[in-house]
């Protein structure tokens, strides 16, 4: 459809101008380097009104009644419109701006001028304005994004850059050559193309990647492009050349649809498209102005070639939203399960508020740097709106409104602990055994290989002729590949410097069509996964082994040893979620799949961001939310979430990149990333720990803590089965300071469980110990009275002693010959267990007492295992009895007996003794067998003493479980000397005393002693334990029977651990 | 105490490093460290730091206050005030100094940084000099040393022992019947 050429007339003195039309398209501005801005109502205006801005003005923009202008003094200014009035000065440079331009909204403005600053000022506050600095040399033009995201500037170095605005970060250059004006522009609506003049060209940049998508050009153009502008409707692509030619392009199709000259051949330097398309105003450098009439707009000519849009694959239609508005009815016809539609929900916002669709646009909000392909969904205008900014779409038409879950854009594939490949300086690789730096600018294309450890090979610097975009790094070699061009095939490029030989690297080329999408290495092999939906294995070598398929694209490889992580689209995933499934093959002599294919669980609306294995061989995956999931290999190769790293962060927009992951010691190492996602390359970041912390209920309360550290040492403890299980060799004490650390956390919530009165638990807890740790239990549990839940215990320990035997039983021949003098006591413990039980009744509650209080420190102490402590507690029990039975010889002590009824008329004169007995029992906890200086305190609670002592006689005459300690024999043996010494001396004191001499004894003396207590103990303690065996026979043939059956060597490992304490 | 003492003793300070060597934990008279493990950090003195860099064991990796923002500030805060205001390294010429000459590669903008702890230094040194003038003009018979680092002290110590020593010397002499007083 051929256009009407008007003529053009006089605008301008001559010089530099430009041009732009008002929001309605009602006039067209222009200004010139008369330092007029004229304001036409048509080209036929005869008397265009004038607003004189200054000098000389360089640049116009004009949007919501504001008129900006760059002037020759050096400002940026403002007017109103269409009055003209001055409306203040935007900023200032110091020297004169090329060119300014609004953003869609008309918000705020940028502006580069001559001194080689971008300046981005908020234009209803002039205050809040940015500077971006970067460009050597005077800028020429800028382009906001409409959808604020991108500033892109372009300057007389040639350069182009890219930049976020909101921080400046440089997001990507390219080379050009600027003799033009250089004009850029972005896409409208979509902002999904960046066209930049580029001599006789115009290239198309993709937003996403920064890669270069196409290039239009004409034979016509003879001289270098000055200007480009897009159609409102994103479609059509104008520019306007040095000699003076007007072309447009059908973007789409790459047609050159016009072309026109210029009547006299003058250079055009300013292009505006009318807002409702159809129009194209330029002007010249001789400051004339014209005007295209009828230039295609609508895209009815075009629609009809385009039915072969149909069969664009589904990325395509995510990325290539930009000229959806205009095939609405098409998209119609095409399943409404499609992302564009939602796009453009954000787009017509406004022109359809009443539709009352749900606004899905909240899941794709979350970060800016998410950029792994995500950010073609950072649609929505997240400023003002796009109010101002009706495109010429035809009105919005009903569509069949769908309701239903969205899906989500399925992740591209990368490679984990690597940063996104449009940054010029990235990570290619951050692993365990180093770092592969990219670089890709102006004066290098190059990749730097370093070392974490020198020993295992030196860094290294390639050039990087082939632009690989992969890299994995092994302790055998570097694997490098990049994805196919046009002419090139996708090429792997291994550097295998352990290699012996002489050549130490090699080159494979894929089969055209098929790009390597992500790759990895492991002990001796390669992994490859390609576009094809295909896993090639490689030798290290470069010997190519099994290929075979996968059954979705890839989206990440990591390899550990034997072992091929492969995690793949599984389906689409829906509401921002991804449905991704996992492969974990082993490829070592006996090949075969560990986890076939199952889905691997994110959070919610995430996405993977990192997998790999730990240290020692364990899969282990982050994802966007920062919640790292280790599998766990014992419960089914089900996975567990051990950590969330965004509970570190300080700030929102924080992160955490993981680069590795160690399972001993617990560390998750990663570089801390402030205001972003991915670290820099420079300054070289520096990489943190983080403690590993499973989401277990009430961490804040002590069983919960002690909950989490036991699952998680049990977790991270997995591997050592594994490692075992597959031939490493492993370190068999950390396994055993591992196991050990568990027990005694077990331990620990026993002993917690105990203090709370939950023996059901204490039950529980004692099932997971092992058995020597049950056999502690049992001791505890007697320690502390609880003779119901020892007796349990007992039996929980015979049955885990009859487990390990028949074990034992299946390897080895069975041990028959079993100790007597063992199984008597095994018989003696359950005897005395349960003739107490019936005796200790809630009398005892001042003994109860003092062993809550010994429990609530116990825990500090190390519980039951202090040596120390053990002793004391055989002692003050012994001492109390010792004690007690010396008074009773007094008048004033009561007869020894130990039947029930006795018990229970003490009972009933049981004025809780607590005073006494909490100062007693506090005070040696803290420092045991200390002397305790005399008190007053102490003479004040005499009265209730004898019948504290003769609780505690009760107590141990009836089971007289302890052996006599070297202390008592001591005692007893000087108590005469201390008497003399102090006469006196109450009972109490009397022990107090001894206690202190007795602790100036020297060691050897001391052990003396004690050596005779152990003689001395055992005959007693046998006869008292005939004459309680007819006691209680009755009970023990009930319970003692199935004990009695398996004469265990329970006893003999509870009584070697006795031995050993004492 | 000369600049020699004063730095040997600010190489006990404590700095990170990032090892390109693995190694156990190793057990020195002034404590353990370690372990080593390639391109993880680990806090060790200077002393050790310096070692490792000159043998290309390791990177450092700069205390948190060796950043020019940080600089910037404490030297505004430094000009601004009259009084001597804390310092964020007791020994932060010193370990300037060390750092800077040995490991200048590991340390983003390491000349603005030795411009401005050289402008903080020069403002502090200053700062002392202009208060020791004014300690012996008015002839004051004690003065606060807050905030002062070692190096600091000792750059002005001994010429302003010195010199006060010569002065009371000059000043019995003038007055020779109270110098008998003492």
Same mark, same amino acid.
């Given at each position: 459809?051929?256009?009407?050429?008007?003529?053009?007339?006089?605008?301008?003195?001559?010089?530099?101008?430009?041009?732009?039309?008002?929001?309605?398209?009602?006039?067209?501005?222009?200004?010139?380097?008369?330092?007029?801005?004229?304001?036409?109502?048509?080209?036929?205006?005869?008397?265009?009104?004038?607003?004189?801005?200054?000098?000389?003005?360089?640049?116009?923009?004009?949007?919501?009644?504001?008129?900006?202008?760059?002037?020759?003094?050096?400002?940026?200014?403002?007017?109103?419109?269409?009055?003209?009035?001055?409306?203040?000065?935007?900023?200032?440079?110091?020297?004169?701006?090329?060119?300014?331009?609004?953003?869609?909204?008309?918000?705020?403005?940028?502006?580069?001028?001559?001194?080689?600053?971008?300046?981005?000022?908020?234009?209803?506050?002039?205050?809040?304005?940015?500077?971006?600095?970067?460009?050597?040399?005077?800028?020429?033009?800028?382009?906001?994004?409409?959808?604020?995201?991108?500033?892109?500037?372009?300057?007389?170095?040639?350069?182009?850059?890219?930049?976020?605005?909101?921080?400046?970060?440089?997001?990507?250059?390219?080379?050009?050559?600027?003799?033009?004006?250089?004009?850029?522009?972005?896409?409208?609506?979509?902002?999904?193309?960046?066209?930049?003049?580029?001599?006789?060209?115009?290239?198309?940049?993709?937003?996403?990647?920064?890669?270069?998508?196409?290039?239009?050009?004409?034979?016509?153009?003879?001289?270098?492009?000055?200007?480009?502008?897009?159609?409102?409707?994103?479609?059509?692509?104008?520019?306007?050349?040095?000699?003076?030619?007007?072309?447009?392009?059908?973007?789409?199709?790459?047609?050159?649809?016009?072309?026109?000259?210029?009547?006299?051949?003058?250079?055009?330097?300013?292009?505006?498209?009318?807002?409702?398309?159809?129009?194209?105003?330029?002007?010249?450098?001789?400051?004339?102005?014209?005007?295209?009439?009828?230039?295609?707009?609508?895209?009815?000519?075009?629609?009809?070639?385009?039915?072969?849009?149909?069969?664009?694959?589904?990325?395509?239609?995510?990325?290539?939203?930009?000229?959806?508005?205009?095939?609405?009815?098409?998209?119609?016809?095409?399943?409404?399960?499609?992302?564009?539609?939602?796009?453009?929900?954000?787009?017509?916002?406004?022109?359809?508020?009443?539709?009352?669709?749900?606004?899905?646009?909240?899941?794709?909000?979350?970060?800016?740097?998410?950029?792994?392909?995500?950010?073609?969904?950072?649609?929505?205008?997240?400023?003002?709106?796009?109010?101002?900014?009706?495109?010429?779409?035809?009105?919005?038409?009903?569509?069949?409104?769908?309701?239903?879950?969205?899906?989500?854009?399925?992740?591209?594939?990368?490679?984990?602990?690597?940063?996104?490949?449009?940054?010029?300086?990235?990570?290619?690789?951050?692993?365990?055994?180093?770092?592969?730096?990219?670089?890709?600018?102006?004066?290098?294309?190059?990749?730097?290989?370093?070392?974490?450890?020198?020993?295992?090979?030196?860094?290294?610097?390639?050039?990087?002729?082939?632009?690989?975009?992969?890299?994995?790094?092994?302790?055998?070699?570097?694997?490098?590949?990049?994805?196919?061009?046009?002419?090139?095939?996708?090429?792997?490029?291994?550097?295998?410097?352990?290699?012996?030989?002489?050549?130490?690297?090699?080159?494979?080329?894929?089969?055209?069509?098929?790009?390597?999408?992500?790759?990895?290495?492991?002990?001796?092999?390669?992994?490859?996964?390609?576009?094809?939906?295909?896993?090639?294995?490689?030798?290290?070598?470069?010997?190519?082994?099994?290929?075979?398929?996968?059954?979705?694209?890839?989206?990440?490889?990591?390899?550990?040893?034997?072992?091929?992580?492969?995690?793949?689209?599984?389906?689409?995933?829906?509401?921002?979620?991804?449905?991704?499934?996992?492969?974990?093959?082993?490829?070592?002599?006996?090949?075969?799949?560990?986890?076939?294919?199952?889905?691997?669980?994110?959070?919610?609306?995430?996405?993977?961001?990192?997998?790999?294995?730990?240290?020692?061989?364990?899969?282990?995956?982050?994802?966007?939310?920062?919640?790292?999931?280790?599998?766990?290999?014992?419960?089914?190769?089900?996975?567990?979430?051990?950590?969330?790293?965004?509970?570190?962060?300080?700030?929102?927009?924080?992160?955490?990149?993981?680069?590795?992951?160690?399972?001993?010691?617990?560390?998750?190492?990663?570089?801390?990333?402030?205001?972003?996602?991915?670290?820099?390359?420079?300054?070289?970041?520096?990489?943190?720990?983080?403690?590993?912390?499973?989401?277990?209920?009430?961490?804040?309360?002590?069983?919960?803590?002690?909950?989490?550290?036991?699952?998680?040492?049990?977790?991270?403890?997995?591997?050592?089965?594994?490692?075992?299980?597959?031939?490493?060799?492993?370190?068999?004490?950390?396994?055993?300071?591992?196991?050990?650390?568990?027990?005694?956390?077990?331990?620990?919530?026993?002993?917690?469980?105990?203090?709370?009165?939950?023996?059901?638990?204490?039950?529980?807890?004692?099932?997971?110990?092992?058995?020597?740790?049950?056999?502690?239990?049992?001791?505890?549990?007697?320690?502390?009275?609880?003779?119901?839940?020892?007796?349990?215990?007992?039996?929980?320990?015979?049955?885990?002693?009859?487990?390990?035997?028949?074990?034992?039983?299946?390897?080895?021949?069975?041990?028959?010959?079993?100790?007597?003098?063992?199984?008597?006591?095994?018989?003696?413990?359950?005897?005395?267990?349960?003739?107490?039980?019936?005796?200790?009744?809630?009398?005892?509650?001042?003994?109860?007492?003092?062993?809550?209080?010994?429990?609530?420190?116990?825990?500090?102490?190390?519980?039951?295992?202090?040596?120390?402590?053990?002793?004391?507690?055989?002692?003050?029990?012994?001492?109390?009895?010792?004690?007690?039975?010396?008074?009773?010889?007094?008048?004033?002590?009561?007869?020894?007996?130990?039947?029930?009824?006795?018990?229970?008329?003490?009972?009933?004169?049981?004025?809780?003794?607590?005073?006494?007995?909490?100062?007693?029992?506090?005070?040696?906890?803290?420092?045991?067998?200390?002397?305790?200086?005399?008190?007053?305190?102490?003479?004040?609670?005499?009265?209730?003493?004898?019948?504290?002592?003769?609780?505690?006689?009760?107590?141990?005459?009836?089971?007289?479980?302890?052996?006599?300690?070297?202390?008592?024999?001591?005692?007893?043996?000087?108590?005469?000397?201390?008497?003399?010494?102090?006469?006196?001396?109450?009972?109490?004191?009397?022990?107090?005393?001894?206690?202190?001499?007795?602790?100036?004894?020297?060691?050897?003396?001391?052990?003396?002693?004690?050596?005779?207590?152990?003689?001395?103990?055992?005959?007693?303690?046998?006869?008292?334990?005939?004459?309680?065996?007819?006691?209680?026979?009755?009970?023990?043939?009930?319970?003692?029977?199935?004990?009695?059956?398996?004469?265990?060597?329970?006893?003999?490992?509870?009584?070697?651990?006795?031995?050993?304490?004492? | 105490?000369?600049?020699?003492?004063?730095?040997?003793?600010?190489?006990?300070?404590?700095?990170?490093?990032?090892?390109?060597?693995?190694?156990?934990?190793?057990?020195?008279?002034?404590? +353990?460290?370690?372990?080593?493990? $390639?391109? !993880?950090?680990?806090?060790?003195?200077?002393? @050790?730091? #310096? %070692?490792?860099?000159?043998?290309?064991?390791?990177?450092?990796?700069?205390?948190?206050?060796?950043?020019?923002?940080?600089?910037?500030?404490?030297?505004?805060?430094?000009?601004?005030? +009259?009084?001597?205001?804390?310092? $964020?390294? !007791?020994?932060?010429?010193?370990?300037?100094? @060390?750092? #800077? %000459?040995?490991?200048?590669?590991?340390?983003?903008?390491?000349?603005?940084?030795?411009?401005?702890?050289?402008?903080?230094?020069?403002?502090?040194?200053?700062?002392?000099?202009?208060?020791?003038?004014?300690?012996?003009?008015?002839?004051?018979?004690?003065?606060?040393?807050?905030? @002062?680092? #070692?190096?600091?002290?000792?750059?002005?110590?001994?010429?302003?022992?010195?010199?006060?020593?010569?002065?009371?010397?000059?000043?019995?002499?003038?007055?020779?019947?109270?110098?008998?007083?003492?």
């Amino acid at each position: 459809m051929p256009c009407e050429r008007k003529p053009m007339r006089y605008g301008h003195s001559e010089g530099h101008t430009d041009v732009c039309f008002d929001d309605e398209g009602k006039c067209v501005v222009t200004c010139g380097s008369d330092g007029d801005v004229r304001i036409w109502e048509s080209l036929d205006d005869d008397d265009p009104k004038s607003i004189n801005v200054g000098e000389k003005v360089y640049s116009v923009g004009l949007k919501n009644g504001k008129l900006v202008t760059a002037v020759s003094n050096n400002t940026i200014q403002i007017h109103t419109f269409p009055e003209g009035d001055p409306d203040g000065i935007l900023t200032r440079f110091t020297t004169n701006a090329n060119h300014v331009t609004f953003n869609s909204s008309g918000s705020r403005v940028a502006a580069g001028s001559s001194d080689f600053i971008v300046k981005i000022v908020e234009v209803v506050d002039s205050s809040q304005q940015k500077t971006l600095r970067g460009h050597d040399a005077p800028i020429l033009s800028v382009a906001l994004d409409p959808s604020d995201e991108f500033l892109a500037s372009s300057s007389c170095d040639g350069s182009v850059a890219v930049r976020f605005y909101y921080n400046g970060k440089h997001k990507s250059s390219d080379v050009s050559n600027a003799k033009s004006l250089c004009r850029l522009a972005w896409q409208p609506r979509s902002g999904k193309l960046l066209a930049v003049p580029v001599d006789l060209t115009i290239q198309l940049y993709d937003r996403n990647t920064w890669t270069h998508v196409s290039t239009l050009s004409d034979d016509l153009i003879s001289q270098v492009v000055n200007v480009v502008v897009w159609s409102p409707c994103g479609k059509f692509l104008a520019a306007g050349t040095v000699g003076g030619n007007l072309l447009v392009w059908d973007v789409e199709a790459k047609l050159c649809i016009e072309r026109q000259k210029h009547e006299k051949g003058f250079t055009v330097c300013g292009m505006a498209w009318h807002p409702s398309g159809g129009r194209i105003a330029y002007t010249d450098t001789e400051g004339c102005l014209g005007l295209l009439e009828g230039v295609p707009s609508s895209s009815s000519t075009v629609q009809s070639t385009k039915v072969s849009r149909k069969t664009h694959d589904y990325d395509d239609l995510f990325d290539e939203d930009d000229d959806r508005g205009l095939d609405e009815g098409m998209s119609d016809s095409r399943s409404p399960v499609k992302k564009p539609i939602m796009e453009e929900d954000d787009d017509d916002d406004d022109l359809m508020p009443a539709t009352g669709r749900p606004r899905n646009r909240g899941s794709f909000l979350d970060d800016d740097d998410n950029s792994q392909g995500m950010r073609c969904l950072h649609k929505a205008s997240k400023e003002d709106g796009s109010s101002a900014i009706l495109p010429a779409v035809g009105p919005a038409v009903s569509r069949p409104v769908y309701e239903g879950p969205m899906p989500t854009q399925p992740q591209r594939a990368f490679q984990p602990g690597s940063t996104p490949v449009h940054l010029m300086h990235r990570f290619m690789v951050w692993n365990s055994v180093g770092i592969v730096r990219g670089y890709n600018d102006d004066q290098d294309n190059a990749i730097d290989v370093e070392f974490h450890d020198t020993a295992i090979h030196h860094a290294m610097h390639l050039t990087n002729t082939l632009g690989h975009t992969m890299a994995d790094l092994s302790q055998e070699a570097v694997l490098l590949a990049c994805e196919g061009t046009e002419e090139l095939a996708s090429k792997i490029q291994c550097l295998h410097f352990s290699c012996w030989d002489t050549h130490k690297d090699w080159i494979v080329d894929l089969p055209k069509g098929e790009d390597v999408r992500t790759l990895c290495l492991g002990q001796g092999w390669a992994a490859v996964a390609t576009s094809a939906l295909m896993v090639r294995l490689f030798s290290v070598g470069g010997v190519q082994k099994e290929i075979f398929s996968l059954p979705g694209a890839v989206v990440c490889m990591a390899g550990h040893g034997e072992q091929l992580l492969i995690v793949y689209h599984r389906g689409t995933g829906f509401d921002g979620d991804q449905a991704l499934g996992i492969q974990l093959l082993q490829l070592g002599h006996k090949r075969r799949q560990v986890i076939h294919g199952e889905p691997l669980p994110l959070s919610r609306k995430s996405y993977l961001a990192w997998m790999g294995f730990t240290a020692e061989g364990t899969p282990c995956c982050i994802d966007s939310e920062g919640v790292v999931r280790m599998l766990n290999r014992t419960l089914g190769n089900m996975w567990t979430p051990v950590c969330n790293t965004r509970d570190s962060c300080k700030s929102k927009s924080d992160h955490y990149w993981v680069v590795g992951v160690h399972e001993n010691p617990q560390q998750l190492r990663c570089i801390p990333c402030k205001g972003a996602r991915y670290p820099p390359t420079l300054p070289r970041p520096a990489v943190a720990v983080l403690p590993f912390n499973l989401p277990y209920c009430q961490t804040t309360t002590e069983k919960g803590q002690m909950e989490e550290q036991y699952w998680r040492s049990v977790l991270f403890q997995n591997h050592y089965g594994f490692l075992s299980s597959s031939g490493y060799e492993i370190d068999s004490e950390g396994q055993s300071r591992a196991e050990k650390e568990q027990q005694e956390l077990l331990m620990k919530m026993f002993a917690l469980s105990c203090k709370l009165e939950r023996e059901f638990r204490c039950v529980e807890l004692a099932e997971i110990m092992t058995h020597s740790v049950v056999t502690l239990a049992i001791r505890y549990a007697s320690r502390s009275r609880r003779m119901a839940l020892a007796q349990r215990l007992s039996e929980l320990a015979l049955e885990k002693a009859s487990q390990i035997q028949e074990e034992e039983q299946e390897e080895e021949e069975p041990e028959e010959q079993m100790d007597a003098e063992e199984s008597t006591e095994t018989r003696k413990l359950s005897k005395c267990s349960s003739f107490s039980s019936i005796l200790v009744s809630e009398k005892y509650s001042g003994l109860k007492y003092i062993q809550a209080k010994i429990c609530s420190s116990f825990e500090e102490m190390k519980l039951l295992l202090n040596f120390v402590f053990q002793e004391y507690l055989i002692n003050i029990f012994k001492l109390q009895v010792s004690g007690a039975g010396k008074s009773s010889s007094s008048p004033a002590g009561q007869p020894r007996t130990t039947n029930v009824l006795d018990s229970m008329t003490m009972s009933n004169r049981k004025p809780a003794p607590l005073g006494s007995t909490s100062k007693q029992g506090k005070a040696p906890v803290l420092k045991p067998l200390a002397p305790k200086p005399k008190s007053k305190v102490h003479c004040a609670s005499m009265p209730h003493r004898d019948k504290n002592i003769e609780t505690f006689q009760n107590a141990a005459s009836a089971p007289r479980v302890m052996p006599k300690t070297g202390f008592q024999l001591w005692l007893e043996e000087n108590r005469k000397s201390i008497l003399a010494d102090n006469p006196d001396f109450e009972e109490m004191d009397v022990i107090k005393e001894g206690m202190g001499r007795f602790r100036t004894l020297s060691a050897e003396e001391r052990l003396n002693w004690t050596e005779r207590a152990k003689g001395d103990s055992d005959p007693k303690k046998r006869k008292r334990e005939d004459e309680e065996g007819q006691v209680d026979e009755q009970t023990e043939s009930d319970e003692g029977r199935t004990k009695k059956k398996k004469p265990l060597d329970t006893s003999a490992k509870l009584s070697a651990f006795a031995f050993n304490k004492e | 105490m000369d600049p020699a003492e004063v730095e040997f003793l600010a190489e006990k300070e404590m700095v990170k490093i990032i090892p390109n060597f693995s190694l156990d934990k190793i057990y020195l008279i002034g404590g +353990d460290l370690g372990p080593f493990n $390639p391109g !993880l950090p680990v806090e060790v003195p200077v002393w @050790l730091a #310096l %070692n490792l860099k000159q043998r290309q064991k390791c990177r450092i990796v700069p205390p948190e206050w060796m950043d020019t923002d940080k600089l910037e500030e404490i030297r505004e805060q430094e000009r601004k005030l +009259d009084t001597f205001t804390p310092i $964020p390294s !007791l020994y932060y010429m010193e370990l300037t100094k @060390l750092l #800077l %000459n040995h490991s200048a590669d590991n340390i983003p903008k390491a000349d603005e940084i030795r411009t401005l702890v050289k402008d903080i230094w020069d403002t502090r040194v200053a700062k002392l000099r202009l208060s020791a003038d004014s300690f012996i003009s008015q002839q004051e018979a004690h003065a606060q040393l807050d905030n @002062l680092t #070692l190096m600091e002290i000792n750059t002005t110590r001994s010429f302003l022992l010195d010199s006060l020593n010569y002065m009371y010397k000059l000043r019995s002499n003038l007055q020779p019947g109270r110098s008998q007083d003492y």
